[in-house]
């Protein structure tokens, strides 16, 4: 009935919605998938399984991804002070002397506002390397690590840029070699320009993004030097390929990682709410409780939203 279900909440929100594709799995199963409306209204470019998405903040689960997959090679400690692995006074805007853990960047609670200004370029030719994209937009530490929650594109920027560090190589290709590739992520691209996927960057530019009246917004290319914090685009079946992989004893997990506590490991609780017993984030995925607990994580962009949520039970 899952499809009936979501196929009648698609008619009633038609009016706002161009596009969307969903699909709903179990396991390594795919239950129910489909697409509706069009990537392009004005050109009659329906949705399709070829249609491409910006995933927005869920591109932050790659970081996480990466992180463990790092800590599983005994490369990253998490609890360690990650000055360890940035250089010398990178950091000049703290306020407290107490260790900033991976953890606490994995919990949204190292202390930092938020970096809005100059997280995005107006064009190519503007964006700039992970490096000096963080230093120019280095936030206030307002609060002593593990304090205070609050949610930090810069921190999980830095989180890539540590895995750049560790790994001697661009966040984005260590991506395509560690998790892509592996998945067959074949129709996914993450590097800023998309110059890691001609064809992602092929299928952005042929899309329109549209307001609640559909009114075309003619942005073309969402350009962010934060970019490990949301600039992942992709199709909805190399997303499903990648929230499978997240599930344990599945397939696509056994190719992420080596050991299966690993991805255990991952989807364990790392900070619960005060006073209780209950997730409140794992490792850097969000916990829900809807008629069962859920690890998610939502994203948006200008013209895009994604969603990704699972019962790891």
């Known amino acids: 009935e899952i499809g009936d279900i979501i196929e009648d909440y698609i ?43 910006e995933w927005g903040s869920v591109s932050k689960l790659l ?45 949204h609670n190292a202390g930092f506002e938020d970096a809005i200004f100059q997280m995005c370029a107006e064009s190519e030719d503007e964006l700039l390397t992970l490096e000096e994209a963080l230093k120019v937009t280095e936030p206030h530490q307002n609060y002593r690590p593990g304090e205070v929650v609050a949610y ?25 070699k560690n998790i892509f590739n592996p998945l ?22 042929e899309a329109e993004g549209y307001t609640t009246e559909l009114v075309p917004m003619e ?19 190399d997303m499903l390929k990648f929230a499978k ?28 709410y005060p006073d209780t017993e209950i997730d409140y984030i794992n490792h850097g995925l969000w916990s829900h409780e809807y008629n069962v607990q859920a690890l998610v994580h939502g994203g948006n962009t200008l013209m895009y939203s994604a969603y990704l949520a699972f019962d790891p039970v």
Do not use: C
């Open 219 to 237: 942005g073309g290319l969402f350009y962010i030097n934060l970019y490990p914090s949301g600039s992942t685009a992709g199709t909805l079946d």
């Open 63 to 107: 970081v996480w991804t990466s992180i463990m997959q790092l800590w599983e090679q005994g490369l990253i400690d998490l609890e360690a002070d990650v000055k360890e692995y940035l250089p010398e006074d990178f950091f000049t805007k703290l306020k407290y002397d107490q260790p900033i853990t991976m953890l606490n960047l994995m919990n």
């Open 245 to 272: 992989a997240l599930q344990p004893n599945s397939d696509g997990s056994k190719k992420l990682f080596k050991n299966e506590e690993t991805l255990n490991e991952m989807l364990s609780p790392t900070l619960i």
């Open 11 to 53: 008619v009633e929100n038609k009016d706002t919605t161009a596009a969307v594709s969903i699909a709903v799995f179990r396991g390594d199963q795919t239950l129910y998938q489909t697409a509706y409306g069009y990537a392009n209204i004005e050109d009659k470019l329906k949705a399709d399984d070829e249609t491409v998405y």
């Open 184 to 205: 067959d992520m074949n129709h996914t691209g993450l590097e800023p320009a998309y110059s890691d996927n001609l064809w992602v960057k092929s299928k952005l530019l």
């Open 152 to 176: 930090s594109n810069w921190s999980s920027a830095l989180a890539g840029y540590i895995v750049e560090r560790i790994s001697d190589m661009h966040y984005y290709e260590y991506v395509q």
